[in-house]
């Protein structure tokens, strides 16, 4: 479903993506994992059409994504939740929700993906009329979830959902996405808790210094003794 | 004191009109991040398109709002497609650079027109309910300008309500506070910044046509009707059309107070003064975000 293939992108001078390969299948929960400044957040930019490549290309259902208008990406089915959350901070959580559902498929389907997003969090169903600034950091991201899912997407980006959020939380947006998943979204998803995204995901990518280090099965890369000392600790926690 | 209550009233009117004056460029500057120094001018060309429309038509002054916004609408959109979009790609400081340049050679450019076309003169809209005066407790209020003053807080009311309900108002809102992240939500970032602009002259041609009626207009008037925009938008802050009209009845009000403490010229001095003090101490404005 989404393909990248050799992809580079630069920041300047500084390669921060250098020859990139993956795929992404329907029905699938992709892990991608690595250390802060590999370029994960380049990775899921340059794919949202944020951030334009130097070289490679990402394609989508074969269709070359280079060319598309990011908010035509959207259009396409490819949603994204940005790193820090980028909600509309003076907006409410209803409105924040309903400007997910602007492009005119996901309009189309608003009311249904509404009571979905509702369904999965039911706190923002309370907090609804409550202006987005004013939720702690855990139910914001339920909202810059759930106004991802009013895309209505057929894959789902995260750019590290459980930074800076209280662990109780943490658990209810991570087991979210497998409600999500469970409905029939593809995900992708980057993340710092490599323990958890590993249990989560199907299979999983590492990407160190621009470069993909090792993938396969995520219970294989648990075992792996490199992704085990480098991301779960000397004695894998 | 009548003498005062009465320079207050007039305060009131004329301010009226400098918050709608700001209410366009203050959506400019807060969506696009443009600083549209051609604002003034876009005031100036309104004021002489309801001058055509009523010496040329024959309409009734009010209801020349009726064709000038709609034409300053399009003219808006036509500006932006042919010159402040391209300033869009670059990042923000470029983008107010770049737009400044951009704005100052609008302006020469209308000014030059506008004395080709409707001679360097003073003009004014003559209406048929002209001098008409009612007099309320001792002060006399002007028909005319009250009419102006409705009319101007019904525009903002208008484009409040168009912000906050409409689908592409809350896009042009959203745009404004993030725009990737508009993006990323599926919103044509760019058709929101047209909107926007669009929008923005539109309110400038509205400003105008009130302003030739109420008052006068002449070529020249540009550079004032920015300066006053610009010091409303820096009194209020971003991010309410409300609070916008409400700086400029305050500045209108602050005016008209100097103006009678200390003499006549100091009417032009207090808005820079303003000016200077809100940005020291309260640099987001009164009703900013």
């Known amino acids: 479903m989404l393909e990248v293939q050799g992809l580079e992108v630069a920041h300047g001078d500084v390669r921060a993506l250098?020859?990139?390969?993956?795929?992404?299948?329907?029905?699938?929960?992709?892990?991608?994992?690595?250390?802060?400044?590999?370029?994960?957040?380049?990775?899921?930019?340059?794919?949202?059409?944020?951030?334009?490549?130097?070289?490679?290309?990402?394609?989508?259902?074969?269709?070359?994504?280079?060319?598309v208008s990011p908010h035509l990406v959207v259009e396409r089915g490819l949603a994204m939740v940005p790193e820090?959350?980028?909600?509309?901070?003076?907006?409410?959580?209803?409105?924040?929700?309903?400007?997910?559902?602007?492009?005119?498929?996901?309009?189309?389907?608003?009311?249904?993906?509404?009571?979905?997003?509702?369904?999965?969090?039911?706190?923002?169903?309370?907090r609804r009329r409550q202006?987005?600034?004013?939720?702690?950091?855990?139910?914001?991201?339920?909202?810059?979830?759930?106004?991802?899912?009013?895309?209505?997407?057929?894959?789902?980006m995260l750019d590290e959902p459980s930074l800076g959020i209280a662990p109780r939380l943490v658990d209810a947006i991570l087991d979210s996405l497998v409600d999500?998943?469970?409905g029939g979204v593809a995900v992708f998803l980057v993340e710092q808790n490599v323990r958890a995204a590993l249990?989560?995901?199907?299979?999983?990518?590492?990407?160190?210094?621009?470069?993909?280090?090792?993938?396969?099965?995520?219970a294989d890369l648990l075992e792996d003794p490199h992704v085990r000392q480098a991301y779960l600790g000397p004695f894998g926690r | 004191m009548t003498v005062l209550a009465q320079q207050l009233v007039l305060g009131l009117l004329i301010g009226s009109l400098y918050g709608l004056a700001a209410a366009g460029l203050s959506l400019v500057f807060g969506?696009?991040?443009?600083?549209?120094?051609?604002?003034?001018?876009?005031?100036?060309?309104?004021?002489?398109?309801?001058?055509?429309?009523?010496?040329?038509?024959?309409?009734?002054?009010?209801a020349a709002l009726a064709l000038v916004v709609p034409a300053a609408l399009v003219l808006g959109a036509v500006l932006f497609l042919g010159l402040f979009g391209f300033v869009m790609r670059a990042d923000e400081e470029t983008r107010i650079k770049n737009s400044l340049l951009i704005g100052f050679g609008l302006a020469l450019a209308l000014h030059a027109l506008a004395v080709q076309l409707w001679t360097a003169d003073e003009r004014s809209i003559p209406t048929p309910y002209g001098g008409a005066v009612i007099t309320v407790a001792g002060l006399s209020l002007p028909v005319v300008r009250l009419l102006t003053l409705a009319l101007a807080f019904a525009l903002i009311g208008a484009l409040h309500l168009l912000l906050a309900h409409w689908r592409w108002g809350q896009a042009i809102r959203a745009a404004a506070e993030d725009?990737?992240?508009?993006?990323?939500?599926?919103?044509?970032?760019?058709?929101?910044?047209?909107?926007?602009?669009?929008?923005?002259?539109?309110?400038?041609?509205?400003?105008?046509?009130?302003?030739?009626?109420?008052?006068?207009?002449?070529?020249?008037?540009?550079?004032?009707?920015?300066?006053?925009?610009?010091?409303?938008?820096?009194?209020?802050?971003?991010?309410?059309?409300?609070?916008?009209?409400?700086?400029?009845?305050?500045?209108?009000?602050?005016?008209?107070?100097?103006?009678?403490?200390?003499?006549?010229?100091?009417?032009?001095?207090?808005?820079?003064v303003i000016f200077v003090v809100v940005l020291l101490v309260r640099p987001r404005g009164l009703f900013g975000r």
């Open chain 1, 18 to 67: 250098d020859g990139v390969s993956l795929t992404v299948g329907a029905g699938e929960i992709v892990a991608l994992l690595g250390p802060n400044g590999a370029g994960k957040s380049t990775l899921l930019l340059t794919i949202a059409g944020l951030l334009r490549p130097r070289a490679g290309r990402v394609t989508w259902d074969g269709e070359d994504l280079r060319r």
């Open chain 1, 84 to 126: 820090g959350r980028r909600l509309f901070g003076s907006m409410t959580v209803e409105e924040n929700l309903a400007l997910g559902a602007f492009a005119p498929r996901a309009r189309a389907a608003r009311e249904r993906s509404l009571e979905r997003v509702y369904a999965l969090f039911p706190a923002l169903r309370e």
């Open chain 1, 131 to 156: 202006v987005v600034r004013s939720l702690s950091g855990g139910q914001q991201q339920m909202v810059a979830v759930g106004r991802a899912m009013m895309t209505n997407p057929r894959l789902l």
């Open chain 1, 180 to 182: 999500i998943n469970r």
């Open chain 1, 199 to 218: 249990a989560l995901a199907h299979r999983a990518y590492v990407l160190e210094q621009g470069r993909i280090a090792a993938h396969g099965p995520a």
């Open chain 2, 31 to 62: 969506v696009l991040k443009v600083l549209n120094v051609a604002h003034g001018e876009l005031i100036m060309l309104g004021g002489y398109g309801a001058f055509w429309a009523v010496a040329l038509l024959g309409m009734d002054p009010f």
């Open chain 2, 179 to 272: 725009w990737q992240a508009a993006l990323l939500t599926g919103i044509d970032v760019r058709r929101a910044y047209l909107l926007a602009f669009a929008m923005g002259t539109a309110l400038a041609g509205a400003a105008g046509t009130l302003v030739t009626i109420g008052y006068s207009i002449s070529p020249s008037i540009g550079l004032e009707w920015t300066l006053k925009a610009l010091i409303v938008v820096v009194l209020a802050g971003l991010g309410s059309m409300l609070g916008t009209f409400t700086g400029g009845l305050a500045l209108g009000v602050a005016e008209a107070v100097s103006a009678a403490a200390f003499g006549g010229p100091y009417r032009e001095v207090v808005g820079l």
